[in-house]
């Protein structure tokens, strides 16, 4: 073996190790008191409603937090290894068309608009501002690994961003909670996550928090921020376990008048409908990114099929994506996303309805 070809050989494996910290599922465990697996496939509360769900608590486990919508708890390092090393990727030739496009944010104007609107900064991390208040939600400003390509680089000065007067985290992976992304900010900054970060917020030394069951809002005058349930799981650490905090999506009705809902990463699951039922959402912003394979990132990611489909299902004006374009983390090159759900939406005659940013572009929320 060649010096190059060992060098790209471990590579692959540093990769594959890496990837075990994003997107290694919890293995099926018991739950002591329902005597049942935890992470079963499909959802077995059918019957139940996504507030009777979180009313019981039944998301909760002895040690950890439950999925129980799907089978995100599938995957195992070897299937990682599998995926990384030894399984053909249809894409490898599109690479070549990835291109690094530097992004440099011009937040004036942003400064100076009295309304809503929403800033696309890097990877699922945007920015909301809410007649007079910022709301960011899974900050990254820098790259995530030296194993990882950074295609869409900060080169603008972000001590220009806006202070936020609250940073949304959807879950722990380390793509959503990025401590050195927060660590620039303000000590004081007040934090709105799902429960159990306690331990990383204080190593951050970050005291200002509301962390969230499903369901439990976080009210600020006219503006009510609200964790839903979705079909994901986290985890930081493969020694300690999976799920040893919990996930969600955001719900935010602003103090400006729409309704957004954040998705967060989720996979598709049958309850689309019914917070659409219970909500009327102006924009949807879905985590569209990471969904090929299939057969490896189907149980925790959509893709650009299923999103359409849970648009429709929630019955939203207007849909945005987010979590593109900065890393590939999955199979499928960084510009392919946005191309495979501009087709989706043709095909369902919805292409009115889609707001497209760039990175660092902001979308002012006069229309929806």
Request: glycine share 8%.
């Amino acid at each position: 073996m060649t010096r190059r070809n060992l060098i790209k050989l471990l590579l692959k494996w540093g990769k594959a190790i890496f990837m075990a910290q994003m997107f290694a599922g919890p293995l099926p465990t018991r739950n002591a008191t329902a005597g049942v697996d935890v992470n079963p496939p499909g959802d077995r509360f059918k019957g139940l409603s996504l507030r009777e769900i979180a009313r019981r608590k039944l998301h909760h486990g002895d040690d950890h937090f439950i999925n129980p919508f799907g089978e995100a708890g599938s995957k195992n390092l070897w299937e990682i290894l599998q995926w990384k090393l030894f399984s053909e990727n249809r894409f490898t030739e599109d690479y070549e068309r990835e291109r690094v496009v530097p992004v440099s944010i011009d937040w004036e104007p942003v400064r100076l608009d009295n309304g809503l609107s929403i800033t696309f900064i890097k990877h699922s991390g945007i920015m909301i501002k809410d007649l007079g208040q910022y709301l960011l939600v899974d900050p990254l400003f820098f790259d995530l690994s030296w194993f990882i390509k950074d295609y869409t680089p900060i080169v603008s000065d972000m001590a220009l961003m806006p202070r936020p007067t609250h940073v949304l985290i959807t879950h722990g992976h380390y793509d959503h909670l990025d401590t050195m992304s927060l660590g620039v900010l303000d000590k004081d900054t007040h934090l709105i996550s799902p429960l159990g970060y306690e331990d990383i917020f204080d190593d951050l030394e970050m005291r200002r928090r509301t962390p969230l069951d499903w369901f439990d809002s976080f009210e600020d005058g006219k503006r009510k921020i609200t964790l839903l349930p979705c079909n994901h799981w986290t985890m930081r650490n493969p020694l300690t376990g999976p799920n040893k905090a919990l996930w969600g999506s955001f719900l935010i009705e602003t103090a400006g008048g729409p309704t957004l809902y954040i998705s967060g990463d989720t996979a598709y699951f049958d309850r689309f409908a019914e917070i659409g039922d219970a909500f009327s959402i102006d924009l949807a912003i879905f985590n569209l990114g990471a969904y090929e394979p299939r057969w490896f990132m189907g149980p925790s990611h959509i893709n650009p099929q299923e999103a359409v489909q849970a648009f429709r299902e929630l019955r939203a004006k207007k849909l945005l994506i987010v979590h593109w374009g900065t890393f590939r983390l999955g199979d499928e090159p960084v510009y392919l996303p946005p191309v495979e759900l501009r087709r989706e939406l043709d095909r369902a005659g919805l292409s009115d309805r889609l707001v497209h940013l760039e990175h660092g572009e902001t979308y002012r929320l006069a229309d929806v």
